[in-house]
């Protein structure tokens, strides 16, 4: 992982090419010197937050444009890296591979159920919809007053904005694929 003198140098690089700004202009605008610019940007230095307000209200950008990590193209995740939420005294393991943290409507989960295990989870938001594809095991899935056994190889989309549940019915664990879409 980067450090933050690093994301610092990139993101006040890339913001100063962005405006067209050379060392000479964004040091006027800034009251930062041209050689403290220069430092920064090569990830030299460590530079307060004083010195950093100043750059950013001299680009004009909000100060957490200065500290934001940088979104990449792709993310590779590794469930072997993620921490499970737990349900039913473990034997039920969450992975939230991809979380809805960057508003864009939807996240996916990775979900291990033991044999015999069973959650019940809390509606979601007024209008979400779970997206499920079993890849392993049969599951009963409970919801609006009906219940669904779904098995390896199907899927099911239903709403998720009230109580629903799941229930490993097999005689081996269960492994899906969830997404909930929110709208």
């Not at 230095?45 to 680009?59: A, D, E, Q, R, V």
């Amino acid at each position: 992982m980067d450090q933050m003198n690093q994301i610092v140098a990139k993101n006040i690089k890339r913001l100063r090419e962005e405006r067209k700004l050379s060392m000479d202009e964004l040091s006027k605008l800034s009251g930062v010197s041209k050689s403290m610019l220069a430092q920064i940007e090569r990830g030299g230095g460590n530079p307060t937050i004083s010195t950093l307000w100043k750059i950013s209200n001299g680009m004009k950008v909000p100060f957490d444009a200065l500290t934001v990590r940088p979104k990449s193209p792709y993310e590779l995740v590794k469930t072997s890296d993620l921490q499970p939420l737990l349900e039913d005294g473990g034997k039920v393991k969450n992975y939230s591979i991809f979380p809805d943290d960057e508003n864009r409507r939807f996240a996916v989960y990775y979900l291990e159920l033991e044999e015999g295990s069973y959650w019940e989870s809390e509606p979601h938001l007024k209008g979400a919809a779970e997206f499920i594809t079993i890849f392993s095991g049969k599951i009963e899935i409970c919801t609006g007053g009906r219940s669904f056994q779904v098995e390896k190889g199907e899927s099911i989309r239903f709403k998720a904005d009230a109580v629903h549940s799941y229930k490993n019915i097999g005689a081996e664990p269960v492994l899906l694929h969830m997404i909930i879409y929110n709208p």
